[in-house]
């Protein structure tokens, strides 16, 4: 199997990929990737098979349930479902690239915990990212912008993460306000 190189490189966008070997490169969580392997490896094998970033999870064949969603370019996107082709100079964020360098976390992650919106957890990740995705298209969302996230829970916390949203939609914009 071709190897897969992580490029030494960095945190933060303003800086290239290093030279190296031929291949396609990704910034993932703020650090450059070059993947040397198979084009149409699906991003979530890279990310979990390859970089051990294992937050991402399996859902299905056809991203079922959402549990498998990354922010591409800052959309929620099936890292099932998209080709490590289709990324070359894409900025990727998981679930692990949410808190920030310190490792104080996101206002939404803490709403979570805030809210009680963590069953066994295997949804959360996605649900997470769909809510970034949401919340940067809309400052309040409503139920019904909530609602319209493609993400299941199957431990029934569907009304808490509904909560937790919201908490972290008036806490993000408290901040902004401060
Ligand atoms: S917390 Fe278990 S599937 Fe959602």
């Given at each position: ?48 098979d ?10 299905g ?66 649900w ?51």
């Open positions: 199997m071709a190897q897969d190189h992580a490029a030494p490189a960095t945190r933060g966008a303003a800086i290239a990929p290093v030279a190296g070997p031929p291949g396609i490169d990704v910034q993932i969580n703020g650090e450059y990737f070059r993947h040397t392997g198979d084009p149409e490896m699906p991003l979530l094998w890279y990310l979990r390859v970089l051990r970033l294992d937050g991402t999870k399996y859902g064949e056809h991203g079922e349930g959402g549990a498998d969603l990354v922010l591409v370019n800052g959309k929620a996107t099936s890292a099932i479902g998209v080709p490590m082709s289709k990324l070359a100079g894409k900025q990727v964020t998981t679930v692990e690239g949410l808190a920030d360098a310190k490792g104080v976390l996101h206002p939404l992650q803490q709403a979570f915990i805030d809210e009680d919106a963590i069953g066994c957890g295997y949804c959360t990740p996605g997470l990212i769909a809510s970034m995705d949401l919340l940067n298209r809309r400052k309040d969302p409503s139920d019904s912008d909530i609602d319209t996230l493609p993400n299941l829970c199957r431990c029934g916390c569907q009304t808490r993460v509904r909560s937790a949203i919201k908490r972290a939609a008036a806490s993000m914009k408290q901040g902004a306000q401060a």
